[in-house]
């Protein structure tokens, strides 16, 4: 079945440096999510990519689907503690039922 | 690794009748799950957090004598959807929060494919 690969697992990072965060599914997507989960709280909802190639912004996370839309990620320039968070990347198969597959998230500390 | 399983995967049921989805976390205990709804294209839209041993809480907007949560045990919750209507035709999600186990992290069930005719 779709299998949806985040990487990397866990990140540290300085405060100020960049982070990016990778998400690779097994099958070809019609779109993909991105979610990001606070320490003690629930996955919300950050963005959606249709579009083979889009890229789109929201202040300093920049968010790419891959041309062949089977990847994607998100990237964040001078990561704040405010970042801090697990970030959860989910696509829906091409062709299929919509049903969203979750990758395994990427857990980001930022250290002040 | 850690699984969150749900039952069934998908289901049919005839207007007015109840469904009880189950999610279980299958190798770590749960103190905390959430359910989710998520419509065509859409995002997943937290319906509930469900605490076990204790009553869920309910989103704004989510009618808790509609859609009912019982989490009974550290790896089991269930949504029950009473007298459903079509309307409620939906993928329901469920995620478990192993929150205090090493990994800590969320776990997201397979989802249930829920259709009222």
């Known amino acids: 079945g779709q299998q949806v690969m985040q990487i990397p697992q866990y990140q540290h990072v300085q405060e100020g440096e960049d982070f990016t965060t990778y998400c690779n599914s097994s099958?070809?997507?019609?779109?993909i999510q991105w979610y990001k989960q606070r320490p003690g709280g629930h996955p919300v909802f950050l963005i959606q990519?249709?579009?083979?190639?889009e890229v789109k912004k929201q202040k300093r996370l920049t968010f790419q689907f891959g041309e062949a839309k089977k990847n994607s990620s998100l990237h964040i320039t001078a990561t704040q503690t405010t970042d801090v968070g697990t970030y959860f990347c989910a696509g829906s198969a091409q062709g299929g039922s919509e049903k969203l597959v979750f990758g395994k998230g990427t857990k980001l500390t930022v250290n002040p | 690794g850690a699984v969150v399983s749900q039952h069934p995967s998908r289901v049919i049921c005839k207007s007015g009748t109840s469904v009880k989805i189950e999610c279980r976390s299958l190798?770590?205990?749960?103190?905390?799950m959430f359910w989710y709804r998520q419509f065509p294209k859409q995002s997943l839209m937290l319906m509930a957090t469900?605490?076990?041993?204790?009553?869920?809480?309910?989103e704004q907007g989510v009618e808790k004598d509609k859609f009912l949560i019982n989490h009974a045990s550290l790896t089991l919750s269930t949504l029950t959807v009473t007298s459903a209507h079509p309307e409620d035709s939906s993928f329901y999600i469920c995620?478990?929060?192993?929150?205090?186990?090493?990994?800590?992290?969320?776990?997201f069930g397979p989802g249930t494919r829920l259709t009222v005719l």
């Open positions: 469900s605490n076990e041993g204790s009553k869920a809480t309910y």
């Open positions: 995620s478990a929060d192993s929150r205090g186990a090493l990994t800590d992290t969320q776990y």
């Open positions: 990519l249709v579009k083979s190639g």
């Open positions: 190798d770590f205990q749960a103190t905390t």
């Open positions: 099958t070809t997507l019609s779109n």
